[in-house]
């Protein structure tokens, strides 16, 4: 980067914030995939088939890594972005009435809103975990769970673990930041905010990802 023209790499800088993004977001997901499959397989297996846990993390990882990984990418990019449209939804709808300018504003974007609602709802998060146990791709696995399954939809939305893990996670990410920050300060002379920020950025995604395993187990609860 140091030997193009700044305008290539601004561009350069875009990719790779979003190669980091994707990247970051697929292990989530991975981890979603292995444990929230395992969890939901648990409850939803035959009474008399034997409990062989270490097989199916066996099974549900090399899943993840051939037959699925084309879906789990996908998530991986669609599916943070789909949550946070979801939430304004549930948040608009819970705080304001139908009457209301706010939701009369919206309304006149009805035909853009409703198609953001729809990709939405395609790309949740709750289909990862059912994705693994049912061996079918992410869009499939949405639309049958959207199908037969409506309210687990509205009941992830109203629960709030992954906010209280992401709190936790900024914690931890900024404390690990601030003292890699300060054992670095003197070395790193004018690189240091960038250094800083990202040891922030890779420590919460490390966090966050570690964290994610309890919040992979309750989706499969909420199916």
């Known amino acids: 980067l140091a030997t193009v023209s700044p305008a290539y790499v601004a561009v350069m800088t875009v990719v790779m914030m979003l190669s980091l993004y994707w990247t970051a977001q697929f292990f989530h997901h991975f981890i979603g995939f292995v444990i929230g499959g395992c969890t939901l397989w648990y409850f939803a297996k035959d009474e008399n088939e034997p409990i062989d846990r270490a097989n199916r993390i066996i099974l549900y990882t090399q899943c993840a890594l051939t037959t699925s ?42 035909p853009l809103g409703a198609s953001l609602l729809h990709f939405a709802r395609r790309f949740n998060k709750l289909s990862i975990c059912s994705m693994a146990v049912y061996g079918r791709t992410l869009l499939r ?17 109203e629960e709030y673990t992954s906010y209280s893990l992401g709190c936790i996670s900024t914690c931890l990410a900024g404390l690990i930041s601030i003292i890699f920050g300060l054992c670095a300060e003197s070395k790193e002379l004018y690189s240091w905010p960038l250094f800083f920020c990202m040891c922030f950025y890779l420590s ?14 309750v989706d499969a609860c909420i199916i």
């Open 69 to 110: 990984f084309g879906s789990l990418a996908k998530a991986a990019l669609f599916i943070m972005p789909s949550q946070f449209i979801l939430h304004v939804h549930a948040w608009l709808n819970r705080n304001f009435s139908a009457s209301s300018l706010c939701m009369r504003c919206l309304g006149c974007c009805a």
């Open 141 to 157: 696995t949405a639309d049958d769970q959207l199908m037969y399954y409506p309210g687990t939809l509205k009941t992830s939305q």
């Open 204 to 217: 919460y995604f490390g966090v966050n990802i570690a964290l994610h395993v309890y919040s992979s187990a």
